[in-house]
């Protein structure tokens, strides 16, 4: 089959299908499912959660019905590969949607218990309201583990968003080193860089494309604050900080395709790079060229992570370590499982990674590349390609 810029019908349907199948084992008369992601791999249905409860119902007889606040209605009926579309007025309204939902549930004529990713709608943006195990008098049993199993092996047009969602997380990155400068910020550069990639993104491939992200609307490159010292913070936040000879830079970049997240990250250093940094960044690169030595099918994902740690342990780094080497990542930036050593999950075809091992230091900041990689039958495909070395990451100060 030849990879898709989006994912076809039939494989929305052979998803169900499997989701299906696994309710026949377990003699599960329906799963329910809350999460928006979820909804989305099963339906093509992208929204944005609130308070508003919306739901998604898999019989084992093949039929699926989609609940949706009336504002989403129209928007559901479009995209959402559904049997039915129900919809309520409001929340909290004079009925409780899922006073609502429970006949909907009623009316679909279940055959059996429930399953469910989670009992009831979580409890977003201060909604409230019964539980699943309320409204059908006995707890769903839990389809959470199932469905990520099923996630974590991405299909070959899946794998082909996450490379194009690479190229355009590439073009981003290029221009957000191009702009960087001393005495210019953060915000402007990257407000800049994602304007100029998303428009050419849109120019070259508009026609077919879709972001169906909650987080991006198209490319997109930045810092996240992580600038001079504050990169010693791997998951610091945007401060509008102005760029300063000598400083440490740990960037990210993205572009979402269909709801596809792959992920780009490089440290770069403004001006001559002095000799603590060259260290640093040295052994950060040395750890990622292990870890993504070590990916391949057959292997547990913690053989990942040792790798890494073998090697921090081995040049006393301890202090300068801060997490686990890694993980998924598709429909979500973060997904499972992780390359982290207590994680043993075997590596399968078709799972696809971030490798970033990083190295913090407190008084020069952070050093931390991020790559995506897809599991091959025979090893492994890295999906970005940016230069890696120092001398292609120093800027002029």
């Not at 910020?185 to 860089?193: G, I, L, P, Y």
Request: aromatic share 8%; proline share 8%.
């Amino acid at each position: 089959m030849t990879p898709s810029i989006r994912i076809p019908p039939a494989e929305f349907a052979q998803r169900a299908q499997a989701l299906q199948a696994r309710l026949a084992e377990r003699k599960l008369g329906a799963a329910v499912l809350f999460d928006a992601h979820y909804i989305l791999y099963y339906t093509g249905f992208a929204f944005i959660p609130t308070e508003r409860p919306v739901g998604l119902v898999v019989t084992a007889q093949g039929k699926s019905a989609l609940f949706v606040p009336r504002l989403e209605a129209e928007h559901a009926k479009a995209q959402a590969r559904v049997d039915e579309v129900a919809d309520y007025p409001e929340y909290p309204g004079t009925q409780h949607p899922m006073t609502r939902f429970k006949a909907l549930l009623d009316e679909l004529g279940l055959d059996g218990p429930l399953g469910a990713d989670q009992d009831g709608y979580p409890w977003l943006f201060g909604y409230r309201g019964p539980s699943l195990s309320e409204l059908s008098g006995r707890p769903p049993a839990p389809l959470r583990a199932e469905i990520e199993d099923q996630m974590a092996i991405k299909s070959a047009n899946e794998v082909a968003l996450l490379r194009e969602s690479a190229k355009w997380a590439n073009l981003a990155h290029t221009l957000l080193q191009r702009y960087t400068a001393v005495g210019r910020t953060e915000t402007e550069v990257a407000q800049r860089a994602s304007d100029e990639a998303t428009r050419a993104m849109l120019d070259a491939i508009g026609p077919v494309y879709r972001a169906q992200s909650a987080w991006f609307s198209g490319a997109a490159a930045g810092y996240r604050g992580q600038i001079g010292r504050n990169a010693a913070i791997p998951h610091a936040l945007a401060n509008n900080l102005t760029f300063r000879a000598g400083d440490v830079l740990v960037t990210g970049a993205t572009a979402p395709v269909w709801g596809y997240h792959a992920e780009l990250e490089r440290t770069m250093v403004v001006g001559p790079p002095g000799d603590a940094q060259r260290r640093l960044f040295g052994h950060m690169l040395a750890m990622q060229d292990l870890a993504l030595d070590a990916l391949g099918p057959g292997r547990p994902c913690s053989a990942v992570d040792e790798a890494v740690l073998g090697y921090v342990k081995r040049h006393k780094l301890e202090p300068h370590w801060r997490h686990h080497t890694g993980h998924a990542i598709g429909l979500r930036y973060h997904e499972g499982p992780f390359l982290d050593r207590g994680d043993a999950t075997e590596m399968l075809p078709g799972m696809v990674f971030t490798v970033e091992p990083g190295l913090y230091a407190p008084e020069l900041g952070g050093f931390r590349h991020s790559d995506t990689a897809a599991i091959t039958d025979d090893g492994a495909e890295p999906l970005t390609f940016y230069p890696r070395d120092l001398d292609s990451l120093t800027l002029p100060a």
